[in-house]
């Protein structure tokens, strides 16, 4: 099995940075690909970024093209989500999850999630 764990959210100005951290504990980390997806009050969860087993292939939520940028470090069992250019509407929880499927943008293809970290994004 995966633990993740997510650190680095808080609150910044609009047009600011952050970058969110995943720590995963287990074994077979480099066996998984790895999603970042946010929910907004009274929204539903979204997409954000996904990344493949080794890191050779990437894939992002239209919304977050251009600005965001996912990575991962299979050595130190972290995957990463740099959040740059950011909009009062990227505000929400950020929860890092980990699957089999690749590319998953969609939460039933992630078995393992984390608790989430909010990232409040001001005027």
């Known amino acids: 099995q995966v633990q993740l764990v997510e650190s680095g959210g808080g609150l910044v100005q609009a047009g600011g940075s952050l970058r969110l951290s995943c720590a995963a504990s287990g074994r077979t980390f480099s066996s998984y690909a790895m999603g970042w997806f946010r929910q907004a009050p009274g929204k539903q969860r979204e997409f954000v970024a996904s990344i493949s087993w080794i890191g050779g292939s990437i894939y992002y939520a239209d919304s977050v093209k251009g600005r965001f940028t996912i990575s991962r470090d299979n050595a130190k069992n972290m995957v990463y989500l740099q959040m740059n250019s950011l909009k009062p509407e990227d505000t929400a929880v950020y929860y890092c999850?980990?699957?089999?499927?690749?590319?998953?943008?969609?939460?039933?293809?992630?078995?393992?999630w984390g608790q989430g970290t909010q990232v409040t994004v001001s005027s």
């Open positions: 999850a980990a699957g089999r499927t690749f590319p998953g943008d969609k939460t039933y293809e992630y078995g393992y």
